[in-house]
């Protein structure tokens, strides 16, 4: 099983002043999941956590589940966010999801 926590929802690392976080963070909020996690990834209010098995898992940023989109196979690493989600399997598909609501616009 595999643990996955949130230290700082906003916290943004593409600035030079920005370090990461401090030799002590605070964790803000953490899951289980019964699979290996692939990517991790913040857009918006939300957090996607993409695993092995397949499944897209999102969190809001206090934690608490959203909704999850199971794919053919396993979850090619880090989905690409703009407001619709895409995911790849290693079934060579790409899903194409609605961000806020996980509702499947269309596979390839």
Not at 29 to 43: L, N, P
Not at 78 to 100: M, Q, R
Request: proline share 6%.
């Amino acid at each position: 099983m595999r643990n996955v926590r949130m230290y700082n929802p906003t916290h943004r690392y593409d600035t030079t002043r920005e370090s990461g976080p401090t030799d002590s963070p605070t964790v803000q909020w953490s899951c289980q999941f019964d699979t290996d996690t692939r990517e991790i990834a913040v857009w918006g209010e939300q957090v996607y956590v993409t695993g092995k098995d397949g499944i897209t898992s999102v969190f809001d940023t206090d934690g608490n589940p959203q909704w999850s989109f199971q794919t053919d196979r396993s979850i090619q690493p880090l989905p690409a966010i703009d407001g619709t989600i895409y995911i790849g399997s290693y079934s060579n598909h790409v899903y194409a999801l609605e961000a806020a609501s996980g509702t499947a616009r269309w596979s390839f």
